[in-house]
């Protein structure tokens, strides 16, 4: 009989409790070959380039693997110099080219078709052993799939009933997928609480644990296990007596969270009379429902580039203008901030052919690309004016480090306007335009960006992320990712006060603001919006409801006067559990309760 009751630990990242099969996803399986003819020269010429490069990264990554061989596997190696050899093999390799060339298939298809064709031959082959060396064929078609997919970022996930998916990473993309499909949770060896896996979880309300060690190698598919999202503990094979205790868990927590979402629609005011303004942060149009059915006064952040992931295209200006106009007209008549195209990092475009960069996070991403792809930039700029003609439209562009960039931008946003007037096509000619600081050198310069914008937004993912040189998605240094460092307050402290004396608002949209832990000392530092995960929305709005300005500002002073994030992290952990025990009695974590 096998062990029961194993418990490992993981980063808890969106609440609730599981209970299920898991299924383990490995690395490439299930790829998705989506055929598309090529219609002119150039984009077969851009194929053959694409088929190339993903052939020199699946070389580089056999290569690697056979350097890095552990000496008790050495003897193997000829299996993967095998798999070097079938790669060039003209079979596979010319055969793919010519089907790019003459029959203009995309890389993709005409791959499955060269594929196939010998799959055909090598079922004819009377030698078992020789028929079998089918396998090391596949092998490489998979791999070279996975490249041509851009870094496994692409697996289709689909499955017929119920699972929990155990796997060593899942992008932001693969998570979207999740939406009405019969996934329960998700469990990963990598990422943090504020990779956009985590915050694309928490928007789907489906619990997950990330940065748990070897979770591939110790849960197995099939087996039945517990995830306990709120704590961070995953339990495989459990007892009779653990399966009831977590059953009244799951009911109690989800008794607890339907009691809060009740309060989701009174407005957050202060004990002492002051009104807060609480938005929330989608990603795609049909999370908008969610925004309203926890109560949001607006949308603080809307996440664009998920519907480019989505795609898998560059969407076109009518399509970009009718998704904005959907969102805008349904919330209606509340504010729709929507920031332009935030694409690197973590998030990548795989129509857009970039070469694979050391450091995404600090490489060309967001307001960089977008300054760099002016057309798609221009298009993206053109759909937000159409859709503010229908509604309250914000816009504001991120990783700002600049005042040359913010001035870049609001030149092209002019031109745009230009054009769309000459077009006879109505916007609003005030729309505002606001800066997201998250980025150090936005800080210093707030003083003279908020000269140059109407309003700041602090994202504070990427703020904690660049100010402590803590990669976000990276779990070896999760435990470091402090979101009351010293060093992070008296930047929100800065940046606030710099958005006061220009006279904007300053709102704050990043994963810090829908946490009930940090709220109390955010109000405290001067921030007047939050903009959170929708499914946040009601515990914060408790938490305003039961506190004060005054008491608020108190917290935040006392917390300035502190040197090290330990102190500060205590002080306010144990005043939170003073005054909110019911709040946090599920762990200190809710940040989507
Ligand atoms: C942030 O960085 O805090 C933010 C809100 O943007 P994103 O998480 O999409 O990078
Ligand atoms: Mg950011």
Redesign the pocket.
Known sequence: MSLQNIILEGIPVSPGIILGRAKVLRGREGYQVSPRLLYTEDEVAQELQRLRRAVDQTAGELTNHLAELPSELKEHSHILETHLIILRDPMIFQETQRLIREQHLNSEKALYQAYHKIKELFQNIQDPYIRARIQDVEEVYRRLLGHLAGNASNRTLSFSEPVIIIAKDLSPNETTQMSGSPVLGFVTERGGR?S?TA?IAQSLEIPAVVGLDNATLEIGSGETIIVDGLTGRVILNPDAQTLKKYEARKKEFETFRAEVAQGSALPAVTTDGHAQRIYANIELPEEVSLALKYGADGIG?Y?TEFLYLRLRQLPSEENLFENYKAVVEAMAPREVTIRTL?IG?DKFLSPLQYPMEMNPALGLRAIRFSLKEQNIFRTQLKAILRASAFGRIRVMF?LISSVREIREARGLLEEVKKELKSQDLAFNERLPVGA?I?VPAAVTLASLLAQEVDFFSI?????IQYALAIDRVNKQVADMYQPLHPAVMRMIRDVVQAGRAARISVSM???MAGDPLYLPVLLGLGVEEFSMNATAIPVIKRVIRMISLKEAREIARQALRKATVEEINDSVIQDMDRRFPEIFRFGRHLAAL
């Open positions: 504020t956009h915050i952040l996440r935030d990092g991120p997201m998250e994202g504070t993912n990427d703020l949209c990043g994963e």
